[in-house]
Protein backbone atom coordinates (compact mmCIF):
# COMPACT_ATOMS: atom_id res chain seq x y z
CA UNK A 1 0.00 0.00 0.00
CA UNK A 2 1.45 3.60 -0.67
CA UNK A 3 1.73 6.19 1.40
CA UNK A 4 -1.35 8.06 1.52
CA UNK A 5 -3.93 5.49 0.90
CA UNK A 6 -6.41 3.92 3.43
CA UNK A 7 -7.88 0.70 2.53
CA UNK A 8 -10.53 0.86 4.74
CA UNK A 9 -12.13 4.20 2.28
CA UNK A 10 -10.77 3.34 -0.65
CA UNK A 11 -14.30 2.24 -2.83
CA UNK A 12 -14.69 -1.58 -3.33
CA UNK A 13 -17.37 -1.02 -6.23
CA UNK A 14 -18.17 2.59 -8.07
CA UNK A 15 -20.30 3.66 -10.54
CA UNK A 16 -20.39 7.36 -11.70
CA UNK A 17 -23.56 7.86 -13.32
CA UNK A 18 -22.83 9.09 -16.45
CA UNK A 19 -19.41 10.19 -18.29
CA UNK A 20 -18.67 13.69 -19.27
CA UNK A 21 -18.05 12.44 -22.91
CA UNK A 22 -21.69 13.26 -24.03
CA UNK A 23 -21.11 17.02 -24.15
CA UNK A 24 -19.37 16.00 -27.20
CA UNK A 25 -22.86 15.82 -29.13
CA UNK A 26 -23.27 19.65 -28.12
CA UNK A 27 -19.97 20.16 -30.85
CA UNK A 28 -20.98 17.13 -33.17
CA UNK A 29 -24.61 19.20 -33.85
CA UNK A 30 -22.68 22.47 -34.30
CA UNK A 31 -20.59 20.59 -36.57
CA UNK A 32 -23.41 19.02 -38.26
CA UNK A 33 -25.72 21.60 -39.03
CA UNK A 34 -22.44 23.41 -40.59
CA UNK A 35 -21.90 20.60 -43.06
CA UNK A 36 -25.71 20.38 -43.94
CA UNK A 37 -25.53 24.71 -44.74
CA UNK A 38 -22.98 24.51 -46.67
CA UNK A 39 -23.93 21.78 -48.60
CA UNK A 40 -26.86 23.50 -49.26
CA UNK A 41 -25.59 26.18 -51.06
CA UNK A 42 -26.27 28.86 -47.66
CA UNK A 43 -22.39 29.04 -47.30
CA UNK A 44 -20.83 29.50 -43.35
CA UNK A 45 -23.60 31.10 -41.62
CA UNK A 46 -22.88 30.42 -37.87
CA UNK A 47 -25.79 31.52 -35.62
CA UNK A 48 -28.14 28.51 -35.93
CA UNK A 49 -24.86 26.24 -35.27
CA UNK A 50 -24.08 28.30 -32.28
CA UNK A 51 -27.26 28.12 -30.89
CA UNK A 52 -26.95 24.18 -31.52
CA UNK A 53 -23.63 24.21 -29.60
CA UNK A 54 -24.47 26.21 -26.85
CA UNK A 55 -28.35 24.74 -25.90
CA UNK A 56 -27.52 20.97 -26.82
CA UNK A 57 -24.06 21.09 -24.67
CA UNK A 58 -25.97 22.79 -21.27
CA UNK A 59 -28.77 20.46 -21.67
CA UNK A 60 -26.73 17.56 -21.90
CA UNK A 61 -24.70 18.80 -19.31
CA UNK A 62 -27.32 19.58 -16.78
CA UNK A 63 -28.75 15.54 -17.27
CA UNK A 64 -24.84 14.33 -17.04
CA UNK A 65 -24.75 16.66 -13.61
CA UNK A 66 -28.30 15.41 -12.32
CA UNK A 67 -27.14 11.56 -13.50
CA UNK A 68 -23.88 11.71 -11.30
CA UNK A 69 -26.00 12.69 -8.65
CA UNK A 70 -28.42 10.97 -8.42
CA UNK A 71 -27.11 7.67 -10.13
CA UNK A 72 -24.05 7.22 -8.51
CA UNK A 73 -23.10 4.01 -6.64
CA UNK A 74 -20.01 3.73 -4.40
CA UNK A 75 -19.22 0.53 -1.98
CA UNK A 76 -16.67 1.71 0.73
CA UNK A 77 -15.50 -0.99 3.48
CA UNK A 78 -18.24 1.23 5.78
CA UNK A 79 -20.44 3.03 3.52
CA UNK A 80 -23.22 1.94 0.63
CA UNK A 81 -23.61 5.27 -1.57
CA UNK A 82 -26.56 4.89 -3.40
CA UNK A 83 -27.21 8.80 -5.14
CA UNK A 84 -27.38 11.07 -1.94
CA UNK A 85 -28.63 8.46 0.75
CA UNK A 86 -25.84 6.85 2.25
CA UNK A 87 -26.25 3.47 4.21
CA UNK A 88 -23.81 1.77 6.71
CA UNK A 89 -22.61 -1.40 5.88
CA UNK A 90 -23.10 -2.26 9.72
CA UNK A 91 -27.02 -1.76 8.99
CA UNK A 92 -27.45 -4.41 6.59
CA UNK A 93 -28.58 -7.48 7.97
CA UNK A 94 -28.53 -9.91 4.64
CA UNK A 95 -27.97 -9.56 1.05
CA UNK A 96 -31.19 -11.74 -0.69
CA UNK A 97 -30.32 -13.72 -3.45
CA UNK A 98 -30.67 -12.93 -7.19
CA UNK A 99 -34.20 -13.67 -7.84
CA UNK A 100 -35.80 -16.52 -9.69
CA UNK A 101 -37.84 -14.06 -12.22
CA UNK A 102 -36.88 -10.84 -13.28
CA UNK A 103 -39.07 -7.70 -12.27
CA UNK A 104 -40.44 -7.45 -15.92
CA UNK A 105 -41.92 -11.18 -15.86
CA UNK A 106 -45.31 -11.96 -15.23
CA UNK A 107 -44.29 -14.83 -12.40
CA UNK A 108 -44.25 -14.10 -8.57
CA UNK A 109 -41.45 -11.48 -7.91
CA UNK A 110 -40.19 -11.82 -4.29
CA UNK A 111 -40.84 -9.79 -1.62
CA UNK A 112 -37.83 -7.65 -1.78
CA UNK A 113 -38.40 -6.80 -5.50
CA UNK A 114 -40.86 -4.07 -4.40
CA UNK A 115 -39.31 -2.40 -1.58
CA UNK A 116 -38.16 0.48 -1.59
CA UNK A 117 -34.93 1.90 -3.84
CA UNK A 118 -32.10 3.41 -1.93
CA UNK A 119 -31.15 6.94 -2.78
CA UNK A 120 -33.70 9.82 -3.69
CA UNK A 121 -35.29 8.14 -6.48
CA UNK A 122 -38.73 6.87 -6.42
CA UNK A 123 -37.69 3.41 -8.32
CA UNK A 124 -34.58 1.71 -9.11
CA UNK A 125 -32.99 3.90 -11.73
CA UNK A 126 -33.78 2.86 -15.52
CA UNK A 127 -30.99 0.49 -16.65
CA UNK A 128 -30.02 -0.85 -13.31
CA UNK A 129 -30.92 -4.16 -11.41
CA UNK A 130 -32.20 -4.46 -7.78
CA UNK A 131 -30.33 -6.03 -4.93
CA UNK A 132 -33.07 -7.22 -2.48
CA UNK A 133 -31.11 -6.33 1.01
CA UNK A 134 -32.31 -6.62 5.08
CA UNK A 135 -31.78 -3.67 6.88
CA UNK A 136 -31.76 -3.82 11.04
CA UNK A 137 -35.36 -2.70 12.27
CA UNK A 138 -36.51 -5.57 9.90
CA UNK A 139 -36.34 -3.20 7.03
CA UNK A 140 -35.88 -4.40 3.46
CA UNK A 141 -34.72 -2.02 0.61
CA UNK A 142 -33.25 -2.26 -3.13
CA UNK A 143 -29.85 -1.24 -3.71
CA UNK A 144 -29.06 -0.82 -7.66
CA UNK A 145 -25.91 -0.97 -10.27
CA UNK A 146 -25.75 -1.22 -13.72
CA UNK A 147 -22.81 -3.99 -13.06
CA UNK A 148 -25.23 -5.34 -10.29
CA UNK A 149 -23.36 -8.86 -10.06
CA UNK A 150 -20.16 -7.04 -9.01
CA UNK A 151 -22.15 -5.35 -6.61
CA UNK A 152 -23.57 -8.04 -4.45
CA UNK A 153 -19.77 -9.83 -5.58
CA UNK A 154 -18.47 -7.08 -3.29
CA UNK A 155 -21.24 -6.58 -0.21
CA UNK A 156 -21.93 -10.25 0.26
CA UNK A 157 -18.91 -10.49 1.83
CA UNK A 158 -18.75 -7.66 4.30
CA UNK A 159 -22.45 -8.42 5.65
CA UNK A 160 -21.42 -12.08 5.64
CA UNK A 161 -18.13 -11.25 7.50
CA UNK A 162 -19.92 -9.10 10.20
CA UNK A 163 -22.99 -10.56 10.61
CA UNK A 164 -21.93 -14.46 9.97
CA UNK A 165 -23.28 -17.23 7.54
CA UNK A 166 -25.35 -18.92 10.25
CA UNK A 167 -27.56 -16.20 11.36
CA UNK A 168 -28.36 -14.99 7.78
CA UNK A 169 -30.96 -17.33 7.62
CA UNK A 170 -32.75 -16.68 10.82
CA UNK A 171 -35.14 -13.56 11.22
CA UNK A 172 -38.83 -12.40 11.13
CA UNK A 173 -40.87 -12.80 7.29
CA UNK A 174 -41.10 -9.44 6.18
CA UNK A 175 -44.06 -8.20 5.12
CA UNK A 176 -44.42 -7.50 1.29
CA UNK A 177 -45.23 -3.82 1.86
CA UNK A 178 -42.03 -3.35 4.54
CA UNK A 179 -40.19 -0.37 3.71
CA UNK A 180 -42.29 1.00 0.67
CA UNK A 181 -43.29 4.75 0.40
CA UNK A 182 -46.36 5.75 1.16
Not at 21 to 44: H, Q
Not at 117 to 122: D, N, Q, Y
Request: charged fraction near 25%; charge should be positive; proline fraction near 7%.
Amino acid sequence: MTAGTNAKTDPLFREIGASWCWLLVGPVSAGAMLWIEKSNGYGWQLSVPLLFLVLVTSFIALQVKAARIHTSVELTHKTLRQGTETVKVAEIVKVYPEPDHPLASEKELERWQSARALGELVGVPKGRIGIGLRLSGGRTAQAWARRHRHLRAALTPLVEERVGTDELDEGPEIPPDAGARP
